[in-house]
């Protein structure tokens, strides 16, 4: 069942299929009782939007699915994961990235860090290209 989870949030995050192994060891690695998972995509689930658009004070919704929040994984699957994703939660990359960010969502560019300075920088990234700067 955990699989199932971590694949709807790899395919739900995106980004290029290369980069999928990388998105699920960064999920598996973050799962404890008191780390929160924060995939932005796991907050238009919840509310039922369809937008990348997330900021912090707008992710926290108070539900179980809400990741932000909540600790571990959400109940249900966020999205329906193809085949390829499927597979690529079984076998994730080794490695020791605990942020990542899709920097670019129209060429499906996906940047992955241990710093949360890059972090910041990476979303520095994605809010140009969407406009908000």
Do not use: C
């Not at 658009?53 to 990741?67: C, I, L, N, W």
């Not at 499906?108 to 972090?119: A, L, M, N, Q, V």
Request: glycine share 8%.
């Amino acid at each position: 069942m955990e699989a199932a989870m971590v694949t709807g949030i790899v395919q739900a995050e995106g980004g290029r299929d290369p980069g999928h192994p990388k998105i699920a060891r960064m999920i598996y690695d973050r799962l404890g009782p008191r780390t929160r998972l924060r995939p932005d995509t796991a907050v238009p689930y919840t509310r039922g939007l369809d937008t990348p658009e997330v900021s912090e004070k707008g992710a926290e919704v108070r539900s179980p699915r809400d990741t932000f929040f909540t600790p571990g994984l959400p109940p249900k699957t966020i999205a329906n994961p193809g085949e390829q994703v499927l597979i690529t939660a079984l076998q994730p990359d080794q490695g020791d990235w605990f942020w990542f960010v899709t920097t670019n969502p129209e060429h499906r560019i996906t940047k992955f860090t241990d710093k949360e300075s890059e972090f910041v920088r990476y979303r520095e990234e994605l809010n140009i290209h969407l406009g908000k700067r």
